[in-house]
């Protein structure tokens, strides 16, 4: 009897390690049975008998209910596969003669190789060996089997190759899709170099991994159990056993031994799994955690089927096998998906970080340059350019912004620029745009205009804004802005042109005083042409001489003598006959030809006054009128030094209006330096301005040259008259001589000369002359007063 349990056992064993030998060995191990028991009576042995029939049966129930299918090499390409194992190749399970040809016709072609090395290295020992190919079924369908086997020796010494195939597809699946999703997170930012590196790594720990599940499944052990399910016991083999952790004693065992070694989590649904099972005769399939010692976990797939067997029992049959590989490979691989991801994550935050700070400016926050070329070109180029009637470009430039700046520091300069941004967002707010495109350029862009008054609207509400003072560490800082408006026309227009027109329109706003906005105007566009080319014909007018210089005399009001010049330029246009300076001294401000202009001056002027003093005609200065682009040039002492000036001999006119805008760092270093050349400073068109006449007298100026608009009307104007008396008068008690320009009659100078002013110049005594004129004037004026 004993005997007879433990044969079965064996038999049992040797099914699993080795199904095919059990067909042999079943046989023979009934004949032993028979031996051994020869003195037991025929009831004993048919009990035994149909025992083992039952056991045999339990096996090929187990074998069905987790459809394993069997498979043996018979010599050169004849082999076997059992029914099963030909249906999960998608062959008829009736088919059994089979070929190692027609086996691997439904191999997929790249796993041919693989799964005949398998065949090899099964052949070749003892050892089991173990390989996942693919097969593909008539319907399309891939299917994952898994096959295991080796090589043994039957009792007769005679050797055989066999072993068992199973189904492995949901497992493979699983792992195929986290491979696939992990691969896909990280080529999804294929553009990113970092990705791909971390890609190749990771790719590397999957295979890793991947070579891990090989090992895991070779030494897939299956256990084999049986539930009773009327009376609650079961019969475990001695695997199931280890699989739970328990040890094998009689080899049965019940619901709550079971139970207790899952998980507590596990138990509530496992139980569930196993009524639902018994209750709709379903099969059974679950998955468990089995609680070891020291707190490991082991993860167990059980599944079986519903069997009712020769006595009428209802019982479930089914195997369990340990896939904690394959569920920490799945974990690795979550982990490594949602790592991948999250590192997907990062890379695009850091990529759009990075966009961001390579299309704003990182002082105001605002889109640059580069984000806004991007804007325009998406304004014309884009078939949304199609839908939009008309587009507004706004061109703006802080007025006093270098002064801030050249005197408070750049702190002040960095809070300008910011509050200049935050005004401009609160005055645009979503209706366009806005990009800081230098140092104090900004652009605003409305790329959706119905009505122009909503851009005006816009403009003014902005100058406004800038009106206010601001505050900067206890300075009161003010700068205001000039503003240029172009209008385009998405489907017509190319935008950056429309960008140039705004920038026209604000160098008008500037020209026309600063703190305003300006239209662009087709007027305007052919006005700066004409500019542009007089511009040109200057500079060429400089190089072929064309420029003159005049002179005015000056006459001390006492005595009548010439005091003085003041130096005029003239143009001796090739074909606009001569020029006086209100024709073209703007377009030479404006583009910086000016200070050329004032060089060429002061150098003829001066050259005329040392070749007449050799003649025997002392004029005992020359006035030159200084523009303030002159001032600002930091080579200005250089120049003036190569000049050779004696004290005295040359005055600057400044206009008053060079103090107001210009305060200047290197404008008052460069006006020291003059007054120390002995260059003596007069403030010109004095009274036209606005700047006090005390903080001009600060500068310590020589002389005040009133303005001949107030001079011109004292004969008829007590209030002018006044005016100028005062003006004199306040001059004198703080020592600084007068000058009055546009003295037109010597009514006028008779006037000016009982008010106490000093020096008188006009048309009362001269209009400006060329030089030649100009000498022999001055000769018969010195004539005159000597006879
Ligand atoms: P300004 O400095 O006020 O020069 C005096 C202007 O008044 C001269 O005009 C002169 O012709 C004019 N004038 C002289 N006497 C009388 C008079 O009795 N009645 C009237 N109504 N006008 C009189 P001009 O030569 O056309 O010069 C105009 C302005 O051009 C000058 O005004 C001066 O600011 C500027 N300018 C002339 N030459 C130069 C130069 O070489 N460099 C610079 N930067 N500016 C110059
Ligand atoms: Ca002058
Ligand atoms: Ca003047």
């Known amino acids: 009897m004993l005997f007879g349990a433990s044969a079965g056992v064996s038999l049992a064993l040797i099914y699993f390690i080795d199904p095919a030998s059990f067909w042999i060995a079943l046989p023979l191990t009934i004949i032993l049975l028979l031996v051994a028991e020869r003195n037991h009576n025929l009831t004993m042995i048919h009990i035994r008998e149909s025992k083992l029939l039952e056991l045999s049966q339990r096996f090929k129930l187990a074998m069905d209910s987790s459809n394993i299918g069997l498979w043996e090499l018979n010599g050169d390409d004849a082999c076997y596969l059992d029914g099963r194992a030909a249906g999960l190749h998608g062959y008829p399970t009736t088919e059994n003669e089979f070929s190692l040809s027609r086996w691997l016709e439904a191999v997929v072609p790249e796993d041919r190789i693989k799964i005949t090395d398998f065949l090899t290295h099964c052949t070749q020992g003892e050892e089991t060996h173990s390989e996942v190919y693919r097969v593909q079924l008539r319907s399309g369908e891939l299917r994952y089997l898994r096959a295991a086997g080796s090589n043994y020796s039957t009792a007769d010494g005679a050797r055989h190759t066999s072993g068992i195939i199973w189904d492995v597809t949901s497992d493979m699946q699983v792992a195929e899709t986290l491979k696939n999703s992990v691969y896909s997170s990280h080529v999804k930012n294929a553009e990113l170099e970092l990705a791909l590196q971390e890609l190749s790594s990771r790719e590397h720990d999957l295979m890793e991994l991947s070579r891990r599940l090989d090992f895991a499944l070779q030494s897939y052990n299956c256990g084999i159990w049986e539930a009773n399910l009327s009376t609650d016991h079961s019969y475990w083999d001695r695997r199931m ?336 006959g001569l020029l006086t300076p209100d024709k073209f001294l703007g377009i030479a401000e404006e583009l910086d030809v000016v200070q050329a202009l004032d060089r060429l001056t002061l150098q003829s002027a001066l050259q005329d006054r040392r070749l007449w003093s050799l003649k025997g005609l002392e004029i005992p200065r020359v006035s030159v009128n200084v523009s303030i682009r002159r001032l600002h040039d930091a080579q200005l002492l250089e120049s003036l030094h190569q000049l050779y000036i004696m004290p005295g001999e040359v005055v600057f006119e400044l206009v008053e209006s060079i103090f107001l805008d210009d305060s200047d760092e290197q404008v008052v270093q460069n006006l020291d330096q003059v007054k120390e050349l002995g260059i003596d400073i007069e403030i010109d068109d004095f009274g036209t301005g606005h700047t006090s006449l005390i903080s001009l007298l600060r500068l310590k100026p020589k002389r005040l040259k009133i303005d001949r608009q107030l001079v011109m009307p004292i004969l008829g104007s007590p209030q002018e008259r006044a005016l100028v008396r005062s003006i004199i008068d306040i001059a004198r008690s703080l020592g600084v001589e007068t000058v009055a320009e546009g003295v037109e009659t010597m009514e006028h100078a008779a006037m000016l000369k009982d008010m106490g002013c000093d020096i008188l110049q006009g048309y009362a005594f001269a209009a400006p002359l060329p030089a030649q004129e100009f000498s022999a004037y001055a000769m018969q004026q010195e004539l005159r007063r000597v006879s």
Request: aromatic share 8%; proline share 2%.
């Open 241 to 576: 056993h280890q699989l739970y952790g328990l040890d094998y004693t009689t080899g049965y065992t019940d619901r709550a031994t079971w139970l207790n070694c899952l998980h507590p989590d596990d138990r509530e649904k496992a139980s569930a799994d196993a009524d639902r099972c018994a209750a709709n005769n379903e099969p059974f399939s679950s998955i468990q955690r089995v609680l070891l010692q020291d707190e490991e976990v082991r993860y167990v797939r059980s599944v079986g089927s519903i069997h009712i067997d020769r006595d009428g029992l209802r019982k479930v049959i089914g195997i369990a096998f340990d896939i904690t590989a394959d569920v920490r490979l799945a974990d690795e691989l979550k982990a490594a998906k949602e790592e991948a991801e999250a590192r997907n994550a990062e890379l695009i935050e850091a990529k759009s970080h990075i966009e961001h700070n390579a299309l704003h400016d990182p002082l105001t926050g605002l889109p640059n340059r580069r984000k806004l070329d991007l804007e325009l070109d998406y304004l014309t180029s884009s078939p949304v350019a199609a839908g939009r009637a008309r587009f507004a470009i706004l061109h703006l430039d802080l007025d006093r912004f270098k002064q801030i700046n050249d005197t408070l520091g750049h702190a002040a300069g960095d809070a300008t620029l910011a509050r200049a941004a935050e005004l401009l967002r609160l005055n645009v707010g979503d209706a366009g745009v806005i990009a800081r495109i230098g140092g104090d350029e900004f652009v605003i862009l409305i790329s959706q205009v119905t009505d122009k008054y909503i851009v005006t609207s816009i403009a003014s509400n902005i100058i406004a804004a800038f009106q206010h003072p601001f505050d900067f560490q206890g300075f009161t800082c003010r700068c205001g802005v000039s503003i240029g408006i172009a209008f385009g026309d998405a489907q017509d227009n190319d935008a950056r042109k429309i960008l140039i027109n705004a920038d026209l329109a604000l160098y008008r706003a500037k020209a026309m005083g600063r703190n305003r906005y300006e239209f662009f105007t087709q007027n305007l566009q052919a006005e700066i042409v004409n500019h542009k080319r007089t511009a040109d014909e200057i500079l060429a007018g400089l190089e072929k001489g064309e420029f003159e210089t005049w002179y005015q005399p000056q006459l001390c009001a006492r005595t009548g003598e010439i005091a003085g010049m003041e130096a005029l330029v003239r143009w001796r246009h090739p074909t606009r």
